[in-house]
């Protein structure tokens, strides 16, 4: 099994900056995309930014230019550099990744997500 452990949310006030931190753990053979996506309350899940595993990104229209996504795949962490925030940032976090793994002879791709991580951005 893979395990994702999210860390770096909390309280930021409107133009600040937060980290995000999501590391993978368990029987991996490698990562494929990673990605963050948010959900505040109310509202469906959206994607907010994904890495590639050659490190191509893409993000959401209401991120870019502030936020930036990267990877060490050493550390099969992702992060997510949040700048110039906004009272609408705020949300739950969540890190997802595919990621291959090798269990009693069998190879499988899965999608794994962490347990989420609360952002809240005051005005």
């Known amino acids: 099994q893979v395990q994702l452990v999210e860390s770096g949310g909390g309280l930021a006030q409107a133009g600040g900056s937060l980290r995000l931190s999501c590391a993978a753990s368990?029987?991996?053979?490698?990562?494929?995309?990673m990605a963050w996506y948010r959900q505040a309350p109310g509202k469906q899940r959206e994607l907010v930014a994904v890495?590639?595993?050659?490190?191509?990104?893409n993000y959401a229209d209401s991120v870019k230019g502030r936020f930036t996504i990267s990877r060490d795949d050493a550390k099969n962490t992702v992060y997510l550099q949040m700048n110039s925030l906004k009272p609408e940032d705020t949300a739950v976090y969540y890190c997802?990744?595919?990621?291959?793994?090798?269990?009693?002879?069998?190879?499988?791709?899965?999608?794994?997500w962490g347990q989420g991580t609360q952002v809240t951005v005051s005005s």
């Open positions: 368990g029987n991996i053979l490698s990562i494929n995309d």
């Open positions: 997802n990744a595919n990621a291959i793994t090798y269990y009693s002879g069998t190879l499988s791709a899965n999608d794994y």
């Open positions: 890495i590639t595993r050659g490190g191509s990104t």
